[in-house]
Structure formats: structure tokens, C-alpha cells
């Protein structure tokens, strides 16, 4: 390569790097760079595939999705575009701080518990880079966050589960959820007002993952596809009228084995409960599937 152009080199070194770059699979590295100091070209918006997101289509627990799913309909959840993700907090109390200042702008942010145990922050469902990496830089000139991490598509668990055909959407579901026991989650989300953080928690199982699941209980009751309690499957969620009637307050992620778990209300931990408890038996309103 010491006779070619030096643009042409350049351009050859990048396609090698390119495909270790859109192969990424699970959650970002922590070590993984942040955006380039403002004002330097990024040469990784050039690279990208600028496609939007496609709806995803049924999952199984076993073997890949079709590669053509078929016209999406309201129950197929669109797949994550690109998001930003901020922080490295040990104390969960910096990251809730954050989650509400975004939130206050008008970002549709959330908070979770990373693999590492450290608490972080994503923001933003961007068909672009580009727009992503706008949009987080206005935010740092702002002092409103500091060194930032764009999540791409392929990233996702269901991205990486679609592509390669290996992995259990489902079973990634519920080990997501996992990690939020015993934190408290105090959710900033519309369902504060009636004291439960329940809707933020599932939402954010499911965005981590690369569905974007909505942000309140009642609309993901509605998005969702209804199934029979004895046809429950990992991954699905389970919704309870905590107040008596048929008007969806609370929501869970079924687990297997008839459990489920959830955040009962703010300041209480996330945790387990099951369906056969007399009290959520009695609350139970049904069941939705997305996969």
C-alpha cells in the first residue's frame, strides 16, 4: 500500500475497520472512545449505514428471524436507531439527577444498571449518526453532559440476535431486568403521579436491548399483542389494574416459573413477585407479547 495515494490508503484502511466496527454486539464497551474533541471531522458518521430503523419482526426462542419480515403491524415494536449514552456513576443518585435534568429539556432519557455494576445514561432515537452526535453536542456546550458514547443500531441484542441467528431475545430480556434487582428505581416517567415506576422499568429492558417499547404502562398495553396468562413466555409483560377496575396502573416483565419482576413503587426496590399471589391474582388485567 506505500505506492497508493494517500486518500485511497486512507479510504482501504477504513472498509478493513469497518466491519469490526458494525459487529459490535451487546452493551458498549466502557472503554470504547467517547466523540472526537468538538470541531475535528468524525470519521465514523462517513462510515455508517444511514438507513433508517425497520419494525422487528416475531421472534422465537429458537433459530433466526426471518431475514423479510412481513408488513409490520402495531404489534412489532421499531427497532433503536441511534442513541447517546453518558455517565459512569457508582452512586445511582447521580444518574437519576441526570435522567430528570435531560428529561426537563424534553429528552426522552433513562437510566440503568450497566453490566459493570456502574450506573449510566441513555438518551435519543435518531435514524442518523449524525443526528445523534448533533444533538449530544449541543448538550455538552450546553454543560449539561461531558464525554459521550453514540450506541449504533447494531449494537442491540436484537440486532445482533437478527443478524447472526444466535441467542435468545427473550431469555436477554429478562437477564436486562435482572441487574435492576434490589436498586431502588425512582423512574421519573408519567406514572410518578400514581406513585409507580413500573412503566420506566420495562421500557428500559426493552430499549437496552433495541426495541423501542413505549414509555408508559397503558400505550405499552395497547402495543403489545394480547396472550392467554397460560401462554406467558419470558420477556412478555404482565399488567395489573393496582386500584381496583380494568385501568392499567402497574406493569411487570415475566420471568419464567410464574414470576415476574418489577418496581412496586417509588423507593422500593425492583424485584420478584408472583402471579399466584393473592394479591396480584386479583389485580392481574392481562398479558402482551411484542416478540
Known amino acids: 500500500m506505500t505506492c497508493l495515494h494517500p486518500h ?5 484502511m477504513s472498509l478493513v475497520l469497518l466491519p469490526g466496527l458494525l459487529s459490535c454486539a451487546g452493551q458498549p464497551r ?3 472512545p467517547a466523540s472526537p474533541p468538538a470541531g475535528q471531522v468524525d470519521p465514523i458518521a462517513a462510515l455508517l449505514p444511514r438507513a433508517a430503523p425497520a419494525p422487528v419482526a416475531p421472534d422465537t426462542d429458537s433459530g433466526p428471524a426471518p431475514t423479510a419480515p412481513a408488513k409490520p403491524s402495531r404489534h412489532h415494536l421499531e427497532r433503536m436507531g441511534f442513541s447517546t449514552q453518558v455517565g459512569a456513576f457508582s452512586n445511582l443518585d447521580n444518574a437519576v439527577r441526570l435522567e430528570r435534568v435531560l428529561d426537563a429539556k424534553g429528552i426522552d432519557a433513562y437510566y440503568f444498571r450497566h453490566e459493570s455494576g456502574l450506573y449510566k445514561v441513555r438518551f435519543g432515537n435518531h435514524k442518523s449518526y449524525r ?13 449539561l453532559i461531558g464525554r459521550f458514547f453514540i450506541v449504533i443500531p447494531d449494537d442491540y441484542a436484537a440486532a445482533r440476535i ?6 435468545n431475545l427473550r431469555s436477554e430480556l429478562v437477564h436486562t ?9 425512582r423512574w421519573g416517567g408519567e406514572d410518578r403521579k400514581r406513585g409507580f415506576d413500573c412503566s420506566g422499568l420495562t421500557m428500559a429492558c426493552y430499549r437496552l436491548n ?17 396472550i392467554s396468562k397460560s401462554r406467558l413466555r419470558k420477556g412478555d409483560l404482565v399488567f395489573f389494574a393496582t386500584h381496583g ?14 414470576k415476574f419482576i418489577h ?3 417509588t423507593g422500593k426496590t425492583v424485584r420478584y413477585a408472583s402471579l399466584s399471589n393473592a394479591y396480584w391474582r386479583k389485580a392481574y388485567v392481562g398479558a402482551r407479547s411484542y416478540l
Open 162 to 167: 437478527r443478524r447472526s441467528g444466535q441467542g
Open 177 to 185: 431486568a435482572r441487574r435492576f434487582l434490589g436498586v431502588p428505581y
Open 263 to 265: 418496581a412496586p413503587r
Open 30 to 32: 466502557t472503554a470504547t
Open 131 to 143: 443526528a445523534a452526535r448533533e444533538e449530544a453536542e449541543a448538550l455538552r456546550r450546553q454543560g
Open 245 to 258: 377496575g380494568k385501568r392499567v396502573t402497574h406493569v411487570g416483565i415475566y420471568a419464567g416459573g410464574g
Open 8 to 12: 485511497i490508503r486512507l479510504l482501504l
Open 210 to 226: 433495541g426495541l423501542n417499547l413505549p414509555r408508559n404502562s397503558r400505550m405499552q398495553y395497547r402495543a403489545g399483542r394480547k
